[in-house]
């Protein structure tokens, strides 16, 4: 049944006009220490509260990495997993290059496995380490992307990488599902003949990282849709799956789609859909007066609700025209740089990285939480825009994100000038776990690369993370804790 614009607006008459439907993820101000509140001056400062909190918040400053890699508090430590041209796959050839989305599993013998999506687009003369045309495992032998497996040791001592799925373009983020698979997403909508290609692209695939022949020719799952994907999470109750869109031109938009009556989830079964199974849907917002919002970035306060209606994507495969382009403007909302989403808390937790000239109001970072059961999104974090990203100490660019086990949120950042991992408490104050010093730039002009994949490992001891660029995936360990 949907939810009337009425029904909303009655219903946030009766709660504050939605502000005792916040969550406890709050407001995260920009700057480290930085308090919830829930009048947010966009402006990228701290307030006069953050010195006070600071000290007792997170684990301490930043210690520079001698080898110039990464910057960590005092006590914890990296070790380097995979990386671009030294490590190698059991057979042979180079870790494939543009480290992205990133799921851990549980391996044997206390093994943890990762898949790791590799970002790379277009044709594989394009680059010096594409995903390897591992037989079986390629859906488009002109396609450079795809995802390898990675499987870490009990104590860490032994490393395995493997393809599990070549001839995929753009691999961005993913999700993980319920049932134990990786959905890898294609960031493209280059159709056969373009970019070299020589298949459809923009679609999601299935990779399951314990069982390497069911990774044998690889099938797009074409009833998700054809759109620049991003990132996908499963609603384990309902079955619904929830997409982002990275695109402009317009803006993309936040997708989800309802399985056919009596379709059971499990392993491979999403492979075997019909293109056209299930209802795509695009979301349509409207705020506590029943009014249509038709951008996220109107809300430029911390704990605004939206109610949600959804309306169905009329030509999921974009046989003609793109997705984001078949809804006239006004009929649905959206919103720029969607990008990482994360299952946790009954709902989804989804990203939009930036907004500018593009879109009604500018910000460097949003973090929505969608709530199925309420079919309410509210906004948990709000990045103002950031005056000065070369400089130490803000924060802007949110992309990848994951659930901590010690509370809270960690956000991996894809802003301007410094690249963090940072995290953000149950009550919305922010602290630095790790700074990018892999300068790809020069003394003069420094360029640090994104930080991707930021995930957990299945007990919850070690943070695994990706530098994008050249590509080097790394384990975190230390002194974790409850962060209050």
Not at 44 to 56: E, P, V
Not at 69 to 89: D, H, K, M, S
Not at 202 to 210: A, C, K, L, R
Not at 296 to 309: I, K, Q, W
Request: proline share 7%; aromatic share 8%.
């Amino acid at each position: 049944m949907p939810l009337s614009r009425r029904d909303f607006a009655m219903r946030s008459a009766y709660t504050g006009a939605g502000v005792a439907l916040v969550g406890s993820a709050g407001v995260l101000a920009t700057a480290p220490g930085a308090l919830a509140a829930e009048n947010v001056n966009t402006d990228n400062a701290a307030g006069a509260d953050a010195d006070a909190t600071k000290a007792a918040l997170g684990y301490g400053p930043l210690v520079s990495d001698p080898e110039g890699i990464l910057a960590l508090p005092e006590g914890f430590r990296y070790r380097v997993i995979t990386r671009t041209g030294e490590t190698t796959l059991e057979t042979g050839e180079s870790t494939p290059s543009n480290h992205d989305g990133t799921a851990t599993f549980e391996g044997t013998r206390g093994a943890t496995l990762l898949v790791n999506n590799h970002e790379l687009k277009g044709p594989r003369s394009d680059w010096p380490h594409p995903v390897p045309l591992t037989e079986g495992l390629v859906y488009d032998p002109a396609a450079s992307g795809g995802c390898t497996v990675v499987e870490v040791s009990k104590h860490g001592d032994h490393v395995t990488e493997w393809v599990g799925i070549a001839g995929t373009s753009t691999n961005c983020a993913g999700g993980r599902t319920p049932w134990g698979t990786w959905l890898t997403c294609e960031e493209t909508e280059d159709k056969a003949g373009q970019n070299g290609m020589t298949k459809d692209h923009g679609y999601v695939f299935e990779v399951d990282p314990h069982d390497r022949r069911a990774n044998r020719d690889p099938q797009p799952i074409k009833a998700l849709g054809r759109y620049a994907h991003e990132a996908v999470v499963v609603d384990p109750r309902r079955g619904d799956l929830y997409l982002t869109e990275d695109a402009s031109g317009p803006n993309g938009l936040f997708y989800r789609w309802v399985p056919p009556h009596g379709f059971r989830h499990g392993r491979g079964a999403l492979g075997t859909l019909a293109d056209d199974a299930g209802v795509l849907k695009a979301p349509v917002a409207y705020d506590s007066g029943g009014r249509f919002v038709d951008d996220l970035s109107r809300a430029t306060r911390a704990g605004t609700v939206y109610g949600v209606d959804w309306v169905d994507v009329p030509d999921r495969d974009a046989g003609s025209t793109p997705v984001r382009k078949q809804f006239a403007d006004g009929r649905v909302t959206r919103a720029r740089k969607l990008e990482g989403m994360w299952w946790a808390d009954g709902g989804a937790y989804i990203v939009s990285s930036f907004a500018r000239e593009e879109s009604p109001v500018q910000h460097d970072g949003q973090v929505w939480f969608y709530d199925p059961r309420r079919r309410t999104l509210t906004l948990k974090v709000l990045l103002g825009v950031n005056p000065d990203p070369g400089a130490d100490g803000a924060f802007d660019g949110p992309d990848n994100i994951t659930v901590s086990p010690y509370g809270g949120l960690v956000i991996a950042e894809d802003g301007e000038g410094v690249q963090h991992l940072f995290g953000a408490t149950d009550d919305g104050r922010t602290y630095p776990i790790a700074r990018n010093e892999l300068n790809t730039g020069t003394a003069e002009k420094p360029e640090y690369s994104e930080f991707t994949g930021v995930v957990f490992s299945p007990d919850g001891h070690t943070l695994y993370a990706n530098i994008q660029d050249p590509g080097i995936m790394l384990a975190i360990t230390g002194p974790w804790r409850r962060q209050r």
